[in-house]
């Protein structure tokens, strides 16, 4: 009996190792798929890492063209607005100008129908001067 619990406990023992190799033997196959699985996730993340560089590379190069673009405009800005102050002093001094010149013109005008109306009034005073003469005559 005693052989017989010994052979029957071999052949469990036989089974069990059996099992356990192919238990191993699937571990391994795992193991061997989760390394390739890790191989690829590595690989995937160096491009992303890449690609996450990149960006950040076309990030900076582009926020500095928007500060250089910033400067330029803001300096831009600021000469057309001394641009525009000039050229409102210029329509300024225009207007001035022509109010003199209105002025002066309406000076002129004043003093010529002034002058005209002396010279109308002497010719009037003249022709009635001829007039009366000439009824003092024939009268």
Not at 35 to 64: F, I, S
Not at 88 to 108: S, T
């Amino acid at each position: 009996m005693l052989n017989e619990d010994l052979e029957s406990r071999f052949a469990r023992l036989e089974h069990e190792v059996g099992r356990l190799r192919e238990d191993v033997a699937s571990a391994r196959a795992l193991a061997a798929l989760a390394d390739r699985d890790v191989a690829e996730l590595r690989t995937e993340m160096r491009g992303y890492r890449q690609v996450l560089n990149a960006l950040r590379e076309t990030q900076l190069e582009q926020g500095q063209q928007i500060s250089e673009l910033r400067v330029e405009m803001r300096q831009e800005i600021s000469e057309l607005r001394q641009e525009i102050n000039g050229l409102g002093r210029e329509v300024d001094g225009l207007r001035e100008e022509m109010r003199a010149g209105f002025a002066r013109q309406d000076q002129e005008m004043r003093e010529g129908f002034a002058l005209q109306a002396a010279g109308m009034a002497q010719i009037t005073a003249l022709l009635t001067k001829i007039i009366d003469s000439d009824h003092g005559e024939s009268g």
